[in-house]
Nanobody, 128 residues
Framework: QVQLVESGGGSVQAGGSLSLSCAAS????????MGWFRQAPGKEREFVAA????????TYADSVKGRFTISRDNTKNRVALQMNSLKPEDTAVYYC?????????????????????WGQGTQVTVSS
């Protein structure tokens, strides 16, 4: 299994930027497709972005495309989410997740149930 720990959340004004990081430990990091999800109060957990095991392919939710960038460093066992042009509706707890069997070219990797391992989450608050 793999353990995931997020960091980098905080508060920012609309239009600002934040960078989230997720450190992985345990089983080989490159075996996992990695994703970021978020959950706002009273809402279901929603897909934000995912990145393939090789780091060559990424996919994004329409709501963040062009503003957020997911990346991974397989030498450091880390995945990051750079968030620019933040909006109040981006306010949520952001979770890093690992998927052992998923493929980046499937819709399944956009569903939370696809992922086996989760971090504890980090709060992002965007004020208007």
């Amino acid at each position: 299994q793999v353990q995931l720990v997020e960091s980098g959340g905080g508060s920012v004004q609309a239009g600002g930027s934040l960078s989230l990081s997720c450190a992985a430990s345990g089983r080989s990091f490159t075996e996992y497709l990695m994703g970021w999800f978020r959950q706002a109060p009273g809402k279901e957990r929603e897909f934000v972005a995912a990145i393939s095991r090789s780091a060559l392919i990424t996919t994004y939710a329409d709501s963040v495309k062009g503003r957020f960038t997911i990346s991974r460093d397989n030498t450091k066992n880390r995945v990051a989410l750079q968030m620019n042009s933040l909006k109040p509706e981006d306010t949520a707890v952001y979770y890093c997740a690992a998927d052992l069997r998923g493929r980046i070219d499937t819709d399944a990797i956009r569903t939370a149930s696809e992922y086996e391992y989760w971090g504890q989450g980090t709060q992002v608050t965007v004020s208007s």
